[in-house]
Structure formats: C-alpha cells, structure tokens
C-alpha cells in the first residue's frame, strides 16, 4: 500500500477517515493473512471550508439583495437580465436559462418558486438534472409556459450542452 501524506496547505482538514477492501469473490486477501492480490481503497470526507468575505468588501449576493430592496434598482436588475438573454444567448433559442432571464429573474428567484436550491437551477440549466415530473409542472407554472415548450426548452439545453463538452 502506498503511503501518503497531507499537504500542509490542504483546503480542509479531514472530519473521517475510513477503509474499504475490495477482492474478488472468494478470493482471501493478504489483510485476512492469506496471500492473494486484492486492494485497500482508503476514503476520506473533508469539510468544505467556508470563505468569508474580506474586510472592506461586500459579498455579491449581499449587493444584489441590497439591490433587490429598491424598485428602482430591482427594474434596473430585471432589465439587465433581458438584456444578458438577448445579447449573449439569444442565438441559443428557448432554453431555462433564456425563458428565466427574459423574466428578469434571477437562478435564486425561480429556486424560490420552484421551491428549491439555486444550485439546482443551475444544474437544470446546464441541462445535467434529471428532472421529475413535479418539478416540470412547477418550472411551466413558474416561467408560464406550457410541457411542450418546456421540452423543447430541454432538448435545446441538452445539445447546447452536448456541443459545449466536444
């Protein structure tokens, strides 16, 4: 077994360690004291640490729902969003991503009408989420359109998605 050795500049302290043996059945391993090849696969969970903001510094997500308080600067936001899906994925066609920003609304706000995460929306607009049934009828509810155009939507993320990975 190979050794190892944490970093001192590793990300995050590990919070479990734990080993796995893996042989082939019925087959007895040198850790049971019989010499047959198998392997020890070692895995360790990590905590994610958390990064604050500096000092001196306002987190984006704070600056926008600061933003968001005024009805001024949340048209002015709306507005930008249309913009963005226009100018930069206008050619794109009807996708999540397109049918939310010509909303004006942002990931975080159709996660709340969805009632879910926004990292979710963005795995759905990446067009890497499986999507349930209920979470197709909410999406139609929300961005007002019917299954069809919701499919449609879909399939144009897939390839959009596919075309970006070659």
């Given amino acids: 077994m190979k050794l190892t050795m944490n970093s ?11 080993e796995k043996l893996v042989a082939a059945p019925g087959v007895a391993c040198e ?9 020890i696969f070692r895995f ?8 604050d903001t500096p000092s001196k510094h306002t987190a984006i997500n704070d600056l926008v729902g600061t933003w968001s308080k005024s009805e001024k600067r ?3 936001l709306e507005q930008a969003r249309q913009w963005v899906a226009d100018s930069f994925h206008g050619d794109d066609g009807d996708t999540v991503r397109t049918l939310r920003l ?3 609304w942002s990931q975080a706000q159709l996660a709340a009408t969805l009632g879910t995460s926004q990292s979710h929306v963005a795995r759905i607009e990446r067009g ?8 197709c009828r909410r999406l139609c509810v929300s961005l007002g359109i019917n299954m069809n155009t919701l499919d449609e939507a879909l ?5 959009l998605a596919a075309s970006k990975a070659t």
């Fill in 74 to 76: 949340r048209a002015a």
């Fill in 128 to 135: 890497t989420e499986n999507l349930s049934i209920e979470t």
């Fill in 155 to 159: 399939r144009r993320q897939e390839t």
């Fill in 44 to 51: 360790e969970d990590r905590a994610n640490p958390r990064v």
């Fill in 31 to 39: 850790a049971t004291s019989v010499a047959q090849p198998c392997a």
């Fill in 8 to 18: 001192v500049v590793a990300s995050s302290q590990r919070t479990k360690t734990f």
């Fill in 102 to 104: 010509r909303k004006g």
